[in-house]
């Protein structure tokens, strides 16, 4: 249960480093926190990566010290109480890891429940939307499913499958229409990968999120919807986990948007001018293609209709159902075009070799 100690500044960081040193020092170290010191290295709080999103979403930025988004008050024990904390604590409270400081504040020990577990295996599901046309990548996608085409070394689906398993994800469902067969030979039962994957194949054309409504019966548990075309290095489970800290319906992963436009944009009331920002960058929150959902969301989504997802969260907000949005400040990239399949493949080398 004891962390070795040349491990603690793999979970420990300043005050003052940055909320984006924060989010890829917690991806590097797979516990989903770290403990926050002062300069004179006593604990002053904790983050997780739940902090850092909710952080976000009321304005904070990631050049923003952590202290601006870190719990205050971070759960410890003293050296005397360590003898006394054994599994069944860290069940019942529900913690990760525990600091042990001493009576000056310094962490002298972590505990935890699995210090060489990195990503527990979990039952939620995910269901991969793999069955696009993807037109627009024509004539790569003429004989090959976009899934399928290569980004750095691999095809974008492997990709995706082995950074699923990497976060404890097991049973995969993948949704398929557009030359499926090749999907199905080339990913099987999923063995391979260490996954169980089953299939469903569109005759029709669903929609985004339409297919989804067959694997009912198979969808007890909050699961996971994602296109099959996405590059990024988000930690899948960061997303399941907000939405079930959050008791949400539907939860949308929310990647950042920059646009610029090419003119001066006036600012008018009336007739007059009140001023003019050149060529400005607008910043706007989009749907990034990766979705939590709980089952009983799937009751509005009618069985054997083009259904988007986009008409499950109007259908959602309609009815004042919990429909919430997830920060992705990760690297994300929706490969839907040329540009974007060249620039996945520039990145990939240093995102994931």
């Known amino acids: 249960m004891l962390i070795d100690k040349k491990r603690i500044p793999d979970f420990t960081s300043a005050s003052e480093n940055t909320v984006r040193e924060a989010m890829r020092q917690i991806e590097g170290n797979k516990k989903g926190l770290l403990f926050v010191l002062d300069d004179q290295g006593t604990l002053v709080g904790s983050i997780s990566d739940g902090d850092i999103r909710r952080g976000i979403l009321n304005g904070a930025l990631l050049e923003d010290p952590i202290r601006a988004v ?64 993807g037109i627009r990548l024509e004539p790569l996608t003429q004989n090959i499913p976009k899934p399928l085409l290569k980004v750095g070394n691999k095809p974008i689906l492997q990709t995706i499958l082995e950074r699923l398993h990497l976060f404890g994800f097991r049973n995969i469902f993948l949704c398929t229409n557009y030359l499926s067969d090749h999907i199905e030979q080339f990913c099987g039962d999923g063995s391979a990968f260490g996954l169980n994957i089953k299939y469903f194949k569109e005759e029709t054309k669903l929609g985004t999120i339409g297919a989804v409504k067959y694997l009912e019966e198979q969808l007890k548990l909050p699961f996971l919807v994602m296109n099959g075309d996405l590059l990024t290095s988000l930690n899948y489970k960061t997303v399941l986990d907000f939405h079930l800290e959050h008791q949400a319906e539907l939860t949308i992963g929310s990647a950042s948007y920059k646009t610029k436009v090419p003119y001066g944009v006036l600012e008018i009331e009336g007739h007059q001018v009140i001023s003019v920002l050149e060529k400005p960058t607008y910043s706007f929150r989009i749907s990034g293609g990766i979705y939590a959902l709980s089952p009983a969301a799937l009751e509005l989504i009618p069985e054997g209709n083009f259904f988007d997802i986009t008409d499950l969260m109007e259908s959602l907000l309609k009815i004042k159902r919990n429909v919430i949005a997830f ?3 990760e690297y994300w990239l929706d490969i839907g075009q040329h540009q974007d399949y060249e620039k996945a493949n520039l990145d990939y080398k240093d995102l994931f070799n």
């Open 70 to 133: 870190m719990n205050v008050q971070p759960f410890f024990i003293s050296t005397e109480e360590q003898a006394t904390i054994d599994l069944k604590f860290f069940e019942e409270k529900g913690y990760k890891m525990i600091p042990v400081c001493d009576r000056t504040g310094q962490i002298v020990n972590l505990l935890t429940s699995d210090p060489d577990k990195s990503f527990a295996s979990i039952e939620n599901p995910v269901v991969l939307m793999v069955g696009g046309r």
């Open 327 to 329: 920060p992705i400040e």
